[in-house]
């Protein structure tokens, strides 16, 4: 007889995180978990029991359907830091004592790397106690930054939007006959993977952006100027995709130049913004020319009207994978995804230790890059191109896409 | 037997202004005109006898198709002002030399306000001269103000992207416990149509918008405020809808209120933009809770991924609707649509003269607002409902929409 499971959502939301939420109902009901639990917004609201019954809110397999066309999170999400259990134990037996009520023998965390890190001490606590829940990690990031994975589960879907963005707003760049500079900040602190996926535009139809900048090269007012200079011999139209992270030799980040003060969440990451609209200022006033900042902000990370189908199916499986993962006795494991082939594409799942992801931040390779650090290469074109191919069609009421929302 | 026909496109970019010249050149094609040319940047490329055989650029079925699902103007585009020709006849004299030496007989031009000044004066013009060529004006606008219409084609399709987007932020938002403000700025300098489009996006599984604000009411900094405090009382995620364009009561823009200096175009119009990022600064200050700015800027017209089926195809049909006018011996006209149902949603198209549509703007009527201002009645939702209905699934290649590039 298997256990009771809870399956909980976390850190900043992606297209295609309610469909490995699918993947974890659908899975543990088909395998016969009694209850399926969900927290509402993560461990935080789990520490204060804010839980509800699954069932209730997924009843049928039309709602199943829409959940994998909703957005952003549909238990609520928080950013909770677990702290270090020999110093401060209260939340580790608060959890514990919450999981035993509700009699839970699988515990299933869908984030990114501050996730795992929280899989992680879970577990580690648990092997302390001698407690059989199981701690399972599905990966989730729009950043693609999760180590140990070829990619991750929101990836490809942020990238199918970014591109097709792009591709549109270089259409409506080319039509003019003066000259122009299109800055387009993408989000990725510390891993360009987002703001490389522009460069998918690039087709039979489309030039593709220009330049890209990412924050895994150091940013260079001069050679980024040359740049502009050699491009505006060939086009009127200049389009650049900028991670919002970059940042200068001196290790500043690029958007601080504008002045705005800068707020840091409970992690300490600095909260980013402005990258686009300084550098679009920056060139107006070097070359007096029309130039704008396009920030795709949110818009990005939660466009379900447009997801990848590749994606959104490989988030169900990596929901699935974990049910399966847990039901088998693993704990403290994070779901991989492995590639078999780029062409054709086939990946399989596996599974790594949490704490090999927690806490790292996967980059893009510098021999993936062009020489002078601008552009992708062919072996970025290989591995991303799989990853967005494919669409599902949402559900339209009254023209626009219905949503699951949980009240 | 019929003469040559020649169509330009003028103005900002929308998703469906392809499909009006889709509308024109198979009309013309099937009405048998001899030469369907195309200007390239409109009458200031046709100046300069920058002029395509648009048969060599459509050469198929299929091309005709890509084309209504290509964004932006694919012909390019201009902002010129045709000068009063009492004064300045140089640039009349050039066009209808030109126009005689291709032996053009219908000139069609696809542009909003300041394009049917264009289209007045060429007719007027013409009339004074005794020329025999015709000027039919074709409606393009996402920002639905010209007058006579019922709507423009562009706004449908903008509305649409608008309302789904909208959605998909308040998704976004609501997942987090922190309390927060999310302000969306909308295109519309003087009229406030698209940002009442956001609230269409208000159904069953969505709140919408808590609060619109349009260039049509004047915005008080306090009474903006109140509403926020009484919203608060109800709920953690504020999203608030603005136009670009709203103005305090002395007359000032508020994205003037940031300090960046405002360039502007050649008609006069200032340079909008930061409206959002100011009010988000604002709001954050004030009541010291996260708040964010988001900016459609480009992308609300030009997201021919997610068009309105009934805008697209009205576009094509206002296309075709303008060389069964011209061809009818029509000049200075522009075609119209008359509502003669909105449910179920009916529309016939009819023509006005360009005079009574150039240079004026339609503005969102004051009782289509409730009582506060802050929100559109049941009016709008009746009018505007019909407008997004549908969709038109793109050509994807590699994952990407395919467009028709005109090289």
Not at 89 to 116: A, R, T
Not at 316 to 339: P, S
Request: net charge negative.
């Amino acid at each position: 007889m298997l256990g009771n499971i809870i399956v909980g959502q976390s850190g900043g939301p992606t297209a295609v995180i309610n469909s490995s939420l699918a993947g974890v109902f659908k899975t543990a009901k088909d395998s016969g978990c009694p209850v399926i639990y969900g927290m509402r917004n993560g461990i935080e609201g789990l520490l204060r029991e804010r839980v509800v019954d699954l069932s209730e809110k997924i009843k049928s397999g039309l709602d199943i359907e829409l959940l994998k066309r909703t957005p952003s999170s549909f238990l609520g999400t928080c950013r909770y830091k677990m702290p270090d259990y020999t110093k401060d134990e209260e939340p580790y037996k608060k959890v514990f004592s919450i999981l035993k009520k509700m009699d839970i023998k699988y515990f299933l965390y869908i984030g990114g790397n501050d996730s795992m890190d929280t899989i992680d001490k879970l577990s580690k606590y648990s092997d302390a106690t001698n407690s059989d829940v199981r701690f399972i990690g599905i990966p989730k990031t729009i950043d693609n930054d999760l180590a140990m994975t070829d990619h991750t589960p929101g990836y490809g879907s942020a990238a199918k939007y970014i591109a097709a963005t792009v591709k549109e707003i270089i259409c409506d760049a080319r039509i003019y006959e003066l000259e122009s500079v299109n800055i387009v900040e993408i989000m990725g602190r510390d891993a360009g993977w987002l703001t490389c996926a522009s460069a998918l535009s690039r087709s039979e139809d489309c030039d593709g952006p220009d330049l890209i900048c990412l924050p895994e090269t150091v940013f260079d007012y001069n050679s980024f100027m040359n740049k502009i200079h050699e491009i505006r011999k060939e086009k009127t139209a200049i389009t650049i995709a900028v991670s919002e992270g970059i940042k200068t030799a001196d290790g500043k980040y690029v958007c601080e130049e504008n002045g705005r003060s800068m707020s840091e969440d409970v992690f300490g990451h600095k909260m980013l913004g402005g990258t686009a609209l300084y550098l679009s200022d920056f060139i107006g006033r070097e070359l007096g020319i029309k130039s704008r900042g396009i920030v795709f902000s949110t818009l990005q990370r939660c466009a379900s009207h447009l997801v990848s189908r590749c994606d959104i199916t490989e988030a169900y499986i990596a929901g699935a994978a974990g049910v399966h993962l847990a039901i088998n006795g693993e704990t403290g494991k994070m779901v991989t995804f492995d590639r078999v082939c780029d062409n054709p594409y086939q990946i399989k799942t596996g599974c790594c230790p949490a704490s090999a992801v927690a806490n790292i931040e996967k980059k893009v390779p510098l021999d993936w890059l062009t020489n002078d650090n601008y552009y992708v290469s062919e072996k970025f074109f290989d591995y991303a191109r799989p990853l967005i191919i494919g669409e599902l069609t949402p559900f339209m009421v009254d023209g626009l896409p219905r949503h699951l929302f949980i009240g």
